[in-house]
């Protein structure tokens, strides 16, 4: 069965940087775009970045462009999101993504939380 587990959250302060790891099992992963998506309290599940199946292309939402990078490695089946220049409104809980045959899969999350 399809699994994604994140890890690397943690809290860190304004200006700070962490980097995501999402971990995918069950499928075969270097055929897949992957998505990392964020859910900050009392507010909708956005979607953060995106990274083609081979690494070639990305995209970010406008308001992560220039500070996050989303990247992969197909031999690890692995999906990273690099974080720098965290901003408090970057605390949210991040979710990995891989939308597979008509269906959305998702991991447990990890909490990033940026105070000081």
């Known amino acids: 069965q399809v699994q994604l587990v994140e890890s690397g959250g943690g809290l860190v302060q304004p200006g700070g940087s962490l980097r995501l790891s999402c971990v995918a099992s069950?499928?075969?992963?270097?055929?897949?775009?992957m998505r990392w998506y964020r859910q900050a309290p009392g507010k909708e599940r956005e979607l953060v970045a995106a990274?083609?199946?081979?690494?070639?292309?990305?995209n970010y939402a406008d308001s992560v462009k220039g500070r996050f990078t989303i990247s992969r490695d197909n031999a690890k089946n692995t999906v990273y999101l690099q974080m720098n220049s965290l901003k408090p409104e970057d605390t949210a809980v991040y979710y990995c993504?891989?939308?597979?045959?008509?269906?959305?899969?998702w991991g447990q999350g990890t909490q990033v939380t940026v105070s000081s």
């Open positions: 069950g499928f075969i992963f270097s055929r897949y775009l």
């Open positions: 993504n891989a939308h597979i045959v008509g269906s959305d899969y």
């Open positions: 990274i083609a199946n081979f690494g070639g292309s990305a």
